[in-house]
């Protein structure tokens, strides 16, 4: 009669309910009900396309921007709904974990679904006191200009990042729909221009390195969509991880209305 060892038929048993534990929670993104449990942070990736850098580096960002302005952004990627659509799941997750200040419901969910082997969702949903400032339409812009490229390109990171270069400027009151209108609709002729002058402060910049005069250049900002963001008031958002400064102190009660847009690849 063969002797089993204890031990080793203890740790069978462990590493077996441990796989049956990986597998029912992968199965519960799209189990019906299903809702992710809210905790102090405003980056949840349970598909794990970001990197440990990124992920830090987006916490960081938002939580800065929640510190200095009171609205609250949260970037949501995950696998499964919970049997809803990506719109109603937006909408029960922002309204139920109360995104954004209760007295300004300043809140923004952005859910992104990474592509399968027939589709990748996105939807950026709203708090009702942001609705205004960012209608459906502008959603829907902003999830076809500066999402989609990147995302079909595999660069999630990257066109969360483009999204949130126009949000953010929008939800602070520095940035409009119908600028954006403006950046993204310019003439040919405005085109031509502004291209034209990047060429001649290029053109005097070499000149002036060619003679030795040490030469002016440009620095510490970017072009994002036709719009200049000065690194004063935006580099301390990028670059380097580094720890979040404080933490998050939790969302403050904010209502959701079902206003916001979805896009697919």
């Known amino acids: 009669m063969l002797r089993t060892n204890p031990f080793r038929l203890i740790a069978i048993l462990l590493v077996l309910l441990l796989l049956s534990?990986?597998?029912?929670?992968?199965?519960?993104?799209?189990?019906?009900?299903?809702?992710?449990?809210?905790?102090?942070?405003?980056?949840?990736?349970?598909?794990?396309?970001?990197?440990?850098?990124?992920?830090?580096?987006?916490?960081?960002?938002?939580?800065?921007?929640?510190?200095?302005?009171?609205?609250?952004?949260?970037?949501?990627?995950?696998?499964?709904?919970?049997?809803?659509?990506?719109?109603?799941?937006?909408?029960?997750?922002?309204?139920?974990?109360?995104?954004?200040?209760?007295?300004?419901?300043?809140g923004v969910i952005i859910v992104v679904k990474p592509k399968d082997a027939t589709s990748g969702e996105v939807e950026?949903?709203?708090?009702?006191?942001?609705?205004?400032?960012?209608?459906?339409?502008?959603?829907k812009r902003i999830i076809e200009d500066q999402m989609i490229p990147r995302f079909r390109e595999d660069d999630y990171y990257g066109g969360i990042v483009d999204a949130l270069d126009v949000i953010m400027p929008v939800c602070a009151g520095e940035y409009s729909y119908e600028k954006y209108k403006e950046d993204h609709e310019a003439s040919p002729w405005a085109i031509l221009i502004f291209l034209g002058i990047?060429?001649?402060?290029?053109w005097i910049g070499t000149r002036r390195e060619g003679s030795g005069g040490g030469g002016g250049h440009l620095s510490g900002g970017s072009f994002n969509g036709g719009t200049y963001y000065g690194g004063s008031s935006w580099s301390s958002w990028g670059g380097s991880s580094g720890s979040s400064r404080g933490g998050f102190g939790g969302f403050g009660g904010g209502s959701f209305?079902?206003?916001?847009?979805?896009g697919r690849w």
């Open 21 to 106: 534990l990986t597998v029912a929670a992968q199965g519960d993104y799209n189990t019906p009900g299903w809702l992710p449990q809210k905790e102090n942070h405003l980056v949840y990736d349970y598909s794990g396309i970001l990197s440990g850098e990124q992920r830090e580096t987006l916490e960081k960002r938002l939580q800065d921007f929640n510190d200095s302005t009171s609205n609250q952004i949260v970037v949501m990627i995950t696998p499964g709904f919970g049997g809803n659509d990506i719109s109603s799941f937006a909408f029960e997750v922002g309204d139920k974990w109360g995104i954004g200040q209760k007295s300004l419901s300043n």
């Open 124 to 139: 950026i949903a709203p708090g009702m006191g942001l609705e205004g400032a960012l209608p459906d339409i502008f959603c």
């Open 198 to 202: 990047i060429g001649i402060v290029v």
């Open 257 to 262: 209305g079902g206003g916001g847009a979805s």
